[in-house]
């Protein structure tokens, strides 16, 4: 591509170029911070995103009673899901329990549900990372577990509490991708390993999704679809965390690169 360059910003090479580039939307979450209320997305996601897909982004904040999804897709080439310590509220998947647990970001659970709507019938991809991808099973009808971290018949998808932040982002196990999936011929491989860091899962797959890799327990761990020539994937792990270092990691953010251009993920 002309007017290609790099710059070294955060111990990761960001691409930048001269000609127009399509242009990313990454969701907010609603937190609070020091006693404020922010809409904020942790720069990694950001980082990776942009640098290996080659694209513009925009944060798009999750205030569903401010503006409506309907507004914002057209102008989007895509939009990706970001990860976030909020879990979908299980009334988003017809189990309204008192005591959900949390925390809870009702605005996000809207937000998205209207975005992965909007995005889809526009023909426009979406990807999903970790809450992401519970975001999609959801919406194409899905149900979600809350058990996958101390389960006996599980393996841990979390690791153990009160560890730091590294030794979270450290607790790694293999998943095996489906043969013919996007992931597998991304790869070239049948197996990765990779980040798990989450405490809710797919119970149920939503309607139409395709099962792309799974953990040696069987957990669904990524998944993918079509839908009006507008490709999803969602993976339930990680691959943000210090993308620079993983080339694996890059791979997913090179597929939404191709996403967002309309070009085939992977090679017939």
Not at 70 to 79: K, Q, S, T, Y
Not at 230 to 247: G, I, R, S, T
Request: charged share 20%; net charge negative; glycine share 10%.
């Amino acid at each position: 591509m002309a007017g290609l360059a790099r710059v070294l910003t955060g111990g990761a090479a960001v691409v930048t170029t001269t000609g127009a580039r399509p242009v990313l939307g990454i969701i907010c979450c609603n937190r609070d911070i020091n006693g404020q209320a922010a809409q904020a997305v942790m720069t990694r996601y950001i980082v990776s995103a942009l640098t290996y897909s080659d694209a513009a982004g925009l944060l798009v904040p999750a205030m569903p009673n401010l503006f409506s999804a309907r507004e914002v897709a057209p102008r989007l080439d895509g939009i990706l899901l970001t990860g976030t310590p909020s879990n979908l509220d299980p009334a988003r998947y017809g189990e309204p329990i008192e005591d959900a647990p949390g925390p809870l970001d009702h605005e996000r659970d809207e937000m998205t549900a209207r975005l992965i709507d909007s995005m889809l019938k526009l023909g426009k991809p979406v990807f999903g990372i970790c809450r992401g991808f519970q975001e999609l099973n959801v919406a194409f009808g899905g149900t979600l577990r809350r058990d996958m971290a101390e389960h006996p018949e599980l393996l841990a998808h979390h690791a153990p509490k009160g560890g730091s932040f590294d030794e979270m982002f450290g607790h790694v196990h293999p998943v095996k991708l489906e043969p013919d999936g996007v992931l597998r011929r991304a790869y070239g491989r049948d197996d990765l390993n990779i980040i798990s860091v989450h405490y809710q899962g797919v119970e149920k797959l939503g309607r139409g999704l395709k099962v792309e890799a799974t953990a040696p327990d069987g957990v669904i761990e990524a998944v993918s679809a079509e839908v009006n020539g507008a490709p999803v994937l969602a993976v339930q792990w990680h691959p943000e965390w210090k993308a620079h270092e993983n080339p694996q990691s890059q791979t997913f953010f090179k597929l939404l690169g191709r996403a967002l251009r309309r070009e085939p993920l992977t090679q017939a």
